[in-house]
């Protein structure tokens, strides 16, 4: 605690000398002159404004020290994602930063540095990171959606194709009877249909309709 107040309150109320204030308050007369003279400085006068607590008083006699931002920090979620567009690296992403933050900006050895540091604080997880057109993960979901034939009642139930672009996660889904081969092949053909475009790679899980022979680790 430092006794602010209480230091001024015998200096200027009851009129005592520095010593005698050291002594009553337990402290050195070097401290009791210093609470002086940052009073005397800031302009501080006896009897306080109503309301002043040591708290308050302390921190207008020694305000915090700010230190100024020297770089600008960039947004490294934002770079994270634009990471995933196709042709999009560190290196043009470092650019655009510099050119919107001027002598602000890190060097690019820092830029790279700190982006590694943040992705290394995410969630630990195996992160990947898809190209734009690169991949198209393929299934079948669990449950299956029930369809009844309106004119007979009949119900059945129908399976659910499953498509969804690596880096987007923009997504495709259709019902079929069965997980047959021709099912799934024509699912594969609405789905390129409706993504207007082939990517490099069909990323397909287990399923019998897909892989020759079932492998946990290489499909």
């Given amino acids: 605690m430092r ?52 708290a308050r008083l302390e921190a207008q006699l020694f305000p915090a020290k700010t230190t100024p931002e020297r770089f600008a920090e960039p947004d490294y979620f934002q770079i994270h994602q634009e990471l995933k567009t196709k042709g999009v690296t560190l290196q043009l992403l470092w650019a655009e930063y510099v050119e919107r933050h001027g002598d602000k900006a890190r060097r690019y050895s820092q830029f790279c540095h700190h982006y590694r540091l943040w992705r290394g604080r995410q969630r630990r997880s195996m992160r990947q990171v898809h190209r734009a057109g690169e991949k198209i993960f393929i299934d079948y979901c669990g449950p299956t959606v029930p369809v009844v034939d309106r004119s007979t009642g009949e119900m059945r139930k129908a399976q659910v194709f499953v498509a969804v672009l690596g880096a987007s996660s923009y997504t495709f889904a259709e019902a079929t009877w069965s997980q047959s081969l ?38």
Avoid at 22 to 28: M, T, V, Y
Avoid at 194 to 202: C, D, R
């Fill in 182 to 219: 021709p099912d799934w092949i024509a699912s594969h053909q609405r789905m390129l249909a409706f993504y207007g475009g082939v990517p490099e790679l069909l990323v397909p899980d287990n399923l019998k309709a897909a892989v020759t022979k079932a492998d946990r680790y290489t499909p």
């Fill in 3 to 54: 006794q602010i107040i209480e230091v001024l309150r015998l200096k200027y109320e009851a009129g005592l000398s520095h010593e005698r204030i050291a002594r009553a308050c337990g402290l050195s007369k070097g401290v009791v002159g210093k609470y002086v003279s940052l009073a005397t400085a800031q302009g501080i006068t006896w009897p306080l404004p109503e309301g002043t607590d040591e």
